[in-house]
């Protein structure tokens, strides 16, 4: 069966401090992957798509990147974090119709 | 932009009473799918209707689409303690891009 495993569950981190979330799926090939944030009441706000190692779309400008490595692994990094950038943040796979998304356990960022 | 939204934004109802959330949108779908997310969890997917179906069921859930109408319905029967969660709609764009867009929520607290 297929698994995903999404990596710290909270950080905290001081404002100018780099950031590197990690997100990994098993069970399955040449997945479709994403990373979403969710502010406080807010709904989803898709960040990166990946449709294939080393294929990265970024829906949002901002100071977040996203690499893709391996074909089952996706990362989110920042250089320097800001205050804005705090929040939930939820990785997610699914096949190439888009439909059924798998999702993360999430991580909950604290910028201070 | 927000293309899904839910309303109401939240709902208190008491166990074994039936809750229905409401989802608008704005444009021609291919299909609309139906989340749960746990309090500081991921979201879980629980149904998909595409855009040539009005009516589906999963167990206590029953799903309904109206394309004239741009909405669609979740009714959850017979409610429990452990259906309180977020609900989300997300809705994929004919003719656009398969990923889908997530609303806002709605937050569904089922009193014991």
């Known amino acids: 069966s297929q698994t995903i495993h999404q990596w710290p569950a909270t950080l905290v981190q001081p404002v100018g401090s780099p950031l590197s979330l990690e997100c990994t799926v098993e069970?399955?090939?040449?997945?479709?992957l994403y990373w979403y944030r969710q502010a406080a009441g807010r709904g989803l706000q898709l960040l990166f798509y990946?449709?294939?190692?080393?294929?990265i779309s970024s829906e949002v400008p901002q100071n977040l990147s996203a690499s893709r490595p391996q074909d089952r692994q996706f990362i989110l990094s920042s250089k320097k974090l800001l205050l804005s950038d705090s929040g939930f943040y939820l990785c997610?796979?699914?096949?190439?119709?888009?439909?059924?998304?798998?999702f993360g356990s999430g991580t909950r960022l604290t910028v201070v | 932009s927000q293309q899904g939204e839910e309303d109401p934004q939240a709902l208190s109802i008491q166990e074994g009473e039936n809750a229905t959330m409401n989802c608008s949108y704005k444009?021609?779908?291919?299909?609309l799918q139906w989340y749960r997310q746990n309090s500081g969890r991921g979201l879980v997917h629980l149904i998909l209707?595409?855009?040539?179906?009005r009516e589906k069921h999963s167990g206590r859930l029953r799903v309904t689409l109206d394309t004239s109408k741009k909405s669609s319905s979740l009714l959850i029967t017979a409610s429990r303690a452990a259906d309180t969660a977020s609900y989300f709609c997300?809705?994929?764009?004919?003719?656009?891009?398969?990923?889908?867009?997530f609303g806002r929520g709605t937050s569904l607290i089922v009193h014991p």
């Open positions: 997610a796979w699914s096949t190439g119709t888009g439909v059924g998304y798998t």
């Open positions: 069970g399955t090939s040449n997945p479709n």
């Open positions: 990946s449709v294939g190692i080393g294929q």
């Open positions: 444009t021609s779908i291919n299909n």
């Open positions: 209707i595409r855009s040539n179906e």
């Open positions: 997300a809705t994929s764009r004919a003719g656009g891009s398969y990923i889908p867009t």
